[in-house]
C-alpha cells in the first residue's frame, strides 16, 4: 500500500503551509500548547499480558500514572503489577485515561473494545500489534483499528521493542520507537511519552505505513541472507574445486591418498579464496553505478533493482569477508599443531641430514614467506578497523568525511593489500607448469582474478579525464544528450545596462 500526495493551490502558498509544519517530532511551534500535562498523566493499558506488564513497569519509572483495564481484573496474580498501577475494568481504566490509551491485545480482540467506542471517542489509540506472518493484506492491524473507531486517533508505534526492553530501560536495547499516524498532533503526544521514557521516537509518515512496521519483527535478518548465501556457495565452490583438483584426481591418477586435507588444509584455503571474492564484492557495485552513470550522463535515473539491492548489501559482505578472513587467519595460526606438520617437520629434517646439509638456509624462501605473512597482517589489520567502524557506536561519531574515508579509502587499502598476500603467496609457482594440474589452475589464482578485475576498474576512475567527469555528473551535472539546454549560462537579476 502507498501513499498518495496531491498539490492543489499555488506553489508559494503549499510552500509556506510546508515549513510551517515541524519536521522532526521534537520540534514545537512556539506558541502552541503542550500536549501532555506536565505533572503526572495518567496512561491506560487495555491487556494484562507480558507486554502490558513491561510498559506499565516502565511508565511508573518514569513518573507516570498507569490505569490497566481487563476483561476480568480478578484473574490477575497478586504482586504482577507494580503497586503504583491501578486495576480497573476496560471501561473504567478508559475512563481515568487523560488522552493515551496502549492496547496491548491481539488484533482479533479489537472488535471485543467496540462497546467501548463512546469512551474512546478523542482519545489517542496507540496499537502496538505485529501482523502474524509476512506478506501484504488488504488492511494493517492499525488501520482496522481506525475503521473501528473514527472517532478516536490511532497511532502506530512500540510495536518493534521488546518487553525486555521495556523492563530494563532503553540503554539496554534498541532506542527507536518507530510510529505512524495520519494525525500530527497524536503522533507528537506519543512521541513525547516515548522521549520520558528514554527512546528516540522516529516518524515514519501517515498511517499508510502501519503495514510496513507491523512486518518489522517478523524479518529474520532481511538484509543479510543475500550476502550470506552468496558467501556460502562461495565457499561451497571453492571447497569442491579444490577437493576435486587436489584430492580426488590425483587419488584416481596416481593413487596418492591426501584426504586428509579435507578437514583443515582445505577448509584454511577456502576461506581465504572466499574472504578475497567477498571482499571484492564489496566494491564491485559501486563500480557498476560509478560506469553506468558514467554511460548515461547523469545520476537523475535509477539504478537497476539488482544494483540498488547489491549497493545495499554491501556493509554485510564486508563483515561476513571480515570473518573469512579472521578464520583464515586462525586457521594459519594453528598450522604447526597439527600432527601432519610434525610429521612434514620430521620428514624434511631426516632428509637434509641423509643429504648432509649441515646448515640449510633459503634466502628467497625466507622472503618470501616473510613477506606475503606481512602483507596477510596488514591486510586483516585494516580489515578489521573497516569492521569496527561498521558499528553504529562508532560510525555515528564519524563525519560523512570520515566515514567515506574510512570505508571507502582504506577499503580499497585492504583489498590491494590482500590481493598482494596472495600474488606473493602464489609466487612465480603461479607460472609453472605444475600448477596447473589435470589443467586447473590452483584456487588462489581463480579467487585473485576478480579482485584484480575491481582495481584495474578503479585505477581507471582515479584518471582525471574520467574523475572530472564523473565528479561534475554527481554535482548535478548533465550530458546534452539529457539536458540539452545549456547549464554554464550566467543569470544577472537586477541590474542595467549603463548609458553611454
Not at 506488564?53 to 518514569?62: E, K, N, P, Q, T
Not at 492499525?142 to 526492553?165: D, H
Not at 582495481?455 to 544528450?481: N, T, Y
Amino acid at each position: 500500500m502507498q501513499c498518495t500526495e496531491r498539490t492543489s493551490g499555488s506553489s508559494a502558498e503549499t510552500m509556506s503551509d510546508e515549513m510551517s509544519v515541524a519536521l522532526l517530532p521534537n520540534v514545537e511551534a512556539p506558541d502552541a500548547p503542550p500536549l501532555m500535562a506536565p505533572g503526572r498523566p495518567t496512561v491506560a493499558i487495555l491487556g494484562s499480558g507480558d507486554f502490558s506488564r513491561s510498559l506499565a513497569v516502565r511508565l511508573v519509572a518514569c513518573g507516570v500514572s498507569v490505569v490497566v483495564g481487563s476483561r476480568c481484573v480478578k484473574r490477575i496474580a497478586p504482586g504482577l503489577f507494580p503497586d503504583a498501577v491501578e486495576l480497573k475494568d476496560q471501561e473504567g481504566a478508559v475512563a481515568r485515561a487523560d488522552r493515551l490509551v496502549f492496547l496491548a491485545l491481539f488484533p482479533e480482540h479489537y472488535p471485543s473494545l467496540l462497546g467501548l467506542r463512546a469512551s474512546l471517542a478523542g482519545k489517542v489509540l496507540v496499537d502496538v500489534s505485529n501482523a502474524v506472518k509476512l506478506g501484504r493484506s488488504r488492511l494493517s492491524n492499525a488501520e482496522q483499528l481506525a475503521e473501528m473507531f473514527p472517532e478516536s486517533v490511532v497511532v502506530k508505534g512500540f510495536n518493534v521493542i521488546s518487553a525486555w526492553t521495556l523492563q530494563t530501560g532503553a540503554q539496554d536495547g534498541n532506542r527507536q520507537v518507530l510510529l505512524c499516524s495520519d494525525s500530527v498532533e497524536g503522533k507528537n503526544e506519543v512521541a513525547q511519552l516515548a522521549r520520558r521514557m528514554g527512546f528516540h521516537p522516529v516518524d515514519l509518515g501517515g498511517l499508510c505505513f502501519a503495514q510496513d512496521l507491523e512486518s518489522v519483527p517478523l524479518g529474520l535478518f532481511p538484509l543479510w541472507r543475500g550476502p550470506v548465501l552468496t558467501t556460502f556457495l562461495l565457499f561451497l565452490f571453492f571447497y569442491g574445486y579444490g577437493f576435486i583438483r587436489g584430492i580426488l584426481l590425483p587419488y584416481l591418477a596416481n593413487g596418492r591418498n591426501a584426504f586428509y586435507r579435507l578437514a583443515f588444509d582445505l577448509v584454511n584455503e577456502s576461506l581465504a579464496a572466499v574472504a578475497l571474492v567477498t571482499l571484492a564484492l564489496v566494491y564491485l557495485p559501486g563500480l557498476f553505478a560509478a560506469w553506468l552513470q558514467l554511460w548515461r550522463g547523469t545520476k537523475y535515473q535509477r539504478f537497476p533493482c539488482w544494483l540498488e539491492g547489491w549497493l545495499l548489501r554491501r556493509k554485510q559482505l564486508g563483515l561476513l569477508s571480515f570473518l573469512c578472513a579472521a578464520l583464515h587467519g586462525v586457521y594459519s595460526l594453528c598450522l604447526p599443531l597439527r600432527t601432519a606438520a610434525q610429521y612434514r617437520l620430521i620428514n624434511a629434517a631426516y632428509t637434509q641430514v641423509k643429504a648432509g646439509v649441515e646448515e640449510p638456509w633459503d634466502e628467497l624462501g625466507v622472503w618470501h614467506s616473510d613477506l606475503y605473512l606481512s602483507f596477510g597482517v596488514l591486510g586483516l589489520s585494516v580489515l578489521s578497523l573497516l569492521a569496527v567502524t561498521s558499528l553504529p557506536a562508532v560510525w555515528n561519531i564519524l563525519t560523512w568525511r570520515e566515514f567515506t574515508f574510512v570505508q571507502s579509502g582504506l577499503g580499497y587499502v585492504a583489498l590491494t593489500l590482500s590481493v598482494t598476500h596472495t600474488l606473493v603467496f602464489g609466487w612465480n609457482f603461479a607460472f609453472s607448469a605444475q600448477a596447473y594440474a589435470f589443467y586447473m589452475p590452483p584456487s588462489y589464482v581463480l579467487a585473485v582474478a576478480l579482485p584484480c578485475a575491481v582495481l584495474v576498474c578503479r585505477c581507471f576512475l582515479l584518471l582525471p579525464c574520467i574523475s572530472g567527469r564523473l565528479a561534475r555528473i554527481r554535482r548535478g551535472w548533465e550530458s546534452k544528450r539529457k539536458c540539452p539546454v545549456s547549464q554554464h549560462h550566467h543569470v544577472v537579476a537586477n541590474s542595467t545596462c549603463p548609458e553611454v
